[in-house]
């Protein structure tokens, strides 16, 4: 082997290059007619497919969900404690992070990049304003508008269905209807009306922000009562701002009449409702409405966990098996579909004004989504037969909370979060 | 990564950013 090694010639020769490409045009060319069988609509409607410039053909013939899972490895391993402090420095330092506002600060406790991906930030780091919707996440605005004719603009001269993005007006969906809630009836409404998220319990008024005193007026005094003596609740009530009403104790909101309640998810727009019987089927706005969209891009850096940017209700959520290209603006801009090509999760519910959705879109290297509040949703994980690219499953959470039929979320609340892989 | 939000809201719904504009969770997108 050592005469082999030290002996034996080398001689280099020049690799086509083109030949490379080529090959993954046409492995990218038997991918897209196999995927035309799976996502060719019959009715006609819309084909997804992948457009763009001959380069993105080549991105697309990568098997980005396998990378995306080998990175999501790679980044789960275990670092050595004395290399942990010198790594995460070298990755705030390159794209940005702001290490004094993480918790905990101490970087030797992030045992891997993937954890450190996934930090907290300390309390008060995000004060949540006084409007009615806020930013869901730290990064920034690619576009924003209004929804015309079901089209969402990506770029200048690129538009992408809304139907597609959301999974609505689907062929085997009974025909369209309105977004409008069957009243409720008072026996209906006697169910427990708690709702708990991340491990605090919340009464309607306060889900609903009709007891904090920006909304009110009424300033509601924080006192520390054996009902509401949780360290975490209330830490986490004054990191959103949140004011618990913690001097009535939790048996006596069980006394009241619900009705009030009821009454006052009215007062700020949102219906109790029974099980809704349509499949969300359209969106459809009331007279006097438009329907807005607004996309924001988390950069590598950017702290990658989502809040909630309004208080709604999150009836269903919508998991779309689908590609990872990355969504970079650059990739943006040359990748028509985007949104709709990539794995996402189409959370659908609806706030005072009416119609609400919140979708976070994968991506490469950020291919796995956590809700919080959804522990059976799995993103990223290998090629399901049953579920090929295009198709969606779908979950409702009307167990959350029976008045409201969802899961209710106050402004600003930690909602869940992008992981690497 | 990216955040898609589609809302219905009043017709006189402001949006209080620009494009490009970069923000922080909890930071004001809009007011009716």
């Not at chain 1, 009836?185 to 920006?214: C, D, R, W």
């Not at chain 1, 054996?226 to 913690?246: C, F, L, M, N, V």
């Not at chain 1, 801009?333 to 959370?347: D, G, H, I």
């Amino acid at each position: 082997l050592v005469e082999a090694w030290q002996n034996t010639p080398t001689k280099w020769y020049p690799l086509p290059v083109a030949a490379g490409a080529l090959l993954l045009i046409v492995i990218q060319y038997r991918k897209r007619s196999t995927a035309r069988e799976v996502v060719v609509d019959e009715d006609g409607h819309e084909v997804i497919k992948l457009k763009g410039p001959w380069h993105v053909h080549v991105i697309g013939a990568l098997p980005l969900r396998n990378l995306s899972r080998v990175w999501g490895y790679l980044n789960s391993l275990e670092l050595p404690v004395w290399l942990r402090p010198i790594g995460f420095r070298v990755y705030a330092s390159i794209f940005g992070c702001n290490l004094e506002e993480i918790d905990p600060q101490d970087l030797t406790q992030y045992a891997s990049l993937g954890e450190f991906f996934y930090r907290k930030l300390k309390d008060g780091a995000r004060p949540i304003a006084d409007a009615v919707l806020v930013s869901p996440a730290d990064g920034r605005v690619l576009h924003f508008g209004v929804i015309k004719d079901g089209r969402i603009e990506q770029v200048k001269g690129s538009t992408y269905s809304l139907d597609a993005l959301l999974g609505v007006a689907r062929p085997g969906f009974p025909a369209p209807t309105s977004v409008e809630f069957p009243e409720h009836t008072m026996e209906e409404v006697n169910h427990k009306h708690f709702a708990e998220i991340n491990g605090i319990e919340y009464s309607l008024q306060e889900l609903l922000g009709t007891s904090t005193p920006s909304s009110s007026g009424a300033s509601t005094p924080v006192v520390d009562t054996p009902a509401y003596s949780d360290e975490t609740a209330q830490t986490a009530a004054k990191k959103h701002g949140e004011r618990i009403d913690a001097s009535v104790p939790r048996d006596q909101y069980e006394s009241e009449t619900v009705a009030e309640d009821v009454s006052m998810a009215t007062e700020v727009g949102i219906r109790p409702m029974a099980a809704r019987r349509d499949s969300f089927t359209s969106v459809r706005t009331k007279p006097g409405n438009n329907t807005f969209f607004i996309v924001i891009y988390l950069a590598p850096g950017d702290y990658h966990r989502f809040h909630s940017p309004t208080a709604w209700v999150v009836e269903r959520r919508r998991h779309f098996v689908g590609d990872l290209f990355s969504v970079s603006p650059w990739m943006a801009k040359r990748l028509e579909n985007l949104f709709v090509l990539n794995e996402r999760v189409a959370l659908l519910g609806r706030w005072k004004h009416g119609f609400f959705s919140m979708v976070p879109v994968g991506a490469t290297n950020v291919g796995s989504i956590k809700i919080n509040f959804d522990k059976a949703l799995r993103t990223n994980v290998g090629k399901r037969r049953d579920h090929p690219v295009g198709t969606f499953t779908e979950a409702v959470y009307s167990g959350a909370s029976p008045i409201l039929n969802g899961q209710p979320l106050p402004k600003g609340v930690e909602m869940g979060g992008f992981c690497l892989g | 990564s990216t955040i898609v939000l589609v809302f219905e809201a009043p017709h006189d719904f402001d949006f209080a950013v620009s494009a490009g504009q970069k923000v922080k969770v909890g930071q004001m997108l809009g007011d009716v």
